[in-house]
């Protein structure tokens, strides 16, 4: 289990955006818990609707059972997700989501050859391992698909780094065309892919590239899994989905994080023809359970009542403008949208140094990417401009500093 920090902190208390250690000292948060706290810390609306919940005295009974508030969670879900006669299957985490889309695919296609995306991340169990495309999260060789692996959104590296978004979507659907003619065997269920690569430092394709990649797909009648676990609830700031920019609708939808904001929340939405291809029982012990249901339904409530979409692409601007007007040798590319930012470093040496600064300086970011050289944001989505501009300044100081000729 790896843990933060040459001398790793103990988070007791949360307000906002802001957090307190056992040792009392307070640090602005700009990781959210790997980008689940999509509200923070200590918000009323869902303390409450959660006590509410907890009130009745039930805090589970199975879906055995009709649970109210799974089921209004799962209406509004369906509704926002763009899929047509949409169904929304709850599971607990992100892993257990890409699982079940996984599950459904192959049952449809009755077939267990799957596409998948270098540089990708998918979760922890046997299956989504056997589809992540980044050998450090992958604790085993043994899968039970064949897979076979699109090249990745990274721009810097790779046989399509440097081109331009035109070229880099022709390249990619000849990519997609090749591996179909070369490397597949019969039909193929699905390709999984992320809009931005989350673990993999927040790389991504041009906009368009999951609108070239179905359009090859519908040929073959290959399903198209959008993993939304860290793109969802309009972090990008331009869309509520990730895969919104792509101009496309994808046949399923991976969602989890932020709709619980700390509460184990996840699922799975496709339409009704694709979520009952699966034939044998199935549902989830815990997953929509009455807690975690009750808070997501405030979570999501809360997200469009206040727009946050929009401050994400408002506060993520600040970011973003001002991490590129950042002058350091340190820095090779910042890169990102909305409240989704990466920003690429030279080496891992310099990554780890300006991580453990920013602590010091009272500023919690993620780290990441193939190589560990990304330094990843994930900030609450109700971020004030003011504590952007908090941040802004610290990141500007570190960054600066570990740049400089004397470091």
């Not at 269920?189 to 673990?199: D, F, H, K, R, T």
Request: hydrophobic share 40%.
């Amino acid at each position: 289990m790896p843990i933060y920090y040459a001398e790793p902190i103990e988070l007791v208390t949360g307000k906002g955006a802001r957090v307190t250690d056992s040792n009392g000292r307070s640090y602005l948060d700009f990781f959210g818990g790997v980008l689940t706290n999509s509200l923070g810390y200590d918000v009323p609306e869902v303390r409450e609707a959660v006590e509410r919940q907890l009130r009745t005295g039930i805090a589970h009974t199975s879906t055995l059972y009709l649970i109210r508030q799974q089921v209004e969670l799962a209406e509004k879900i369906a509704r926002l997700s763009g899929i047509p006669d949409a169904r929304v299957f709850f599971t607990n985490s992100g892993t257990e989501a890409n699982e079940a889309a996984l599950q459904l695919a192959t049952n449809r296609r009755q077939s267990n050859t799957i596409l998948a995306v270098r540089n990708s991340y998918h979760g922890r169990t046997a299956a989504t391992i056997g589809v992540t495309g980044n050998r450090a999260w992958s604790a085993s060789p043994l899968s039970p698909f064949n897979v076979s692996y699109l090249h990745s959104g990274d721009r810097l590296r790779g046989v399509l780094k440097g081109l331009s978004d035109e070229d880099y979507l022709r390249a990619a659907a000849e990519d997609l065309r090749e591996v179909l003619a070369t490397t597949t065997a019969g039909p193929v269920a699905c390709l999984i892919a992320e809009p931005i690569q989350g673990v993999g430092g927040f790389t991504s394709g041009p906009d368009g590239l999951l609108r070239v990649w179905k359009e090859i797909l519908d040929e073959h009648g290959i399903l198209l899994v959008s993993d939304e676990v860290q793109t969802g609830w309009g972090r990008t700031g331009e869309h509520f989905w990730g895969y919104q920019a792509h101009g496309v609708t994808p046949d399923l939808l991976t969602f989890a994080k932020g709709i619980g904001n700390g509460f184990a929340l996840a699922g799975v939405v496709g339409s009704a023809e694709v979520m009952e291809s699966v034939q044998g029982i199935s549902f989830s012990t815990f997953g929509g359970n009455p807690i975690s249901t009750a808070a997501g339904n405030a979570v999501l409530d809360y997200i469009l009542d206040h727009d946050l979409q929009a401050n994400a692409a408002r506060v993520g601007g600040i970011l973003l403008d001002g991490l590129r007007a950042v002058s350091s040798p340190a820095v090779v590319e910042v890169r990102g949208k909305g409240l989704m930012l990466g920003v690429e470093l030279v080496d891992v040496a310099t990554t780890n140094a300006v991580f453990e600064a920013c602590k010091r300086e009272g500023l919690l970011v993620g780290k990441g990417g193939l190589y560990g050289t990304t330094i990843r944001m994930g900030p609450p989505l109700n971020l004030s401009e003011q504590e952007a501009r908090e941040g802004l300044e610290i990141l500007t100081k570190v960054l600066t500093a570990h740049g400089s000729a004397s470091d």
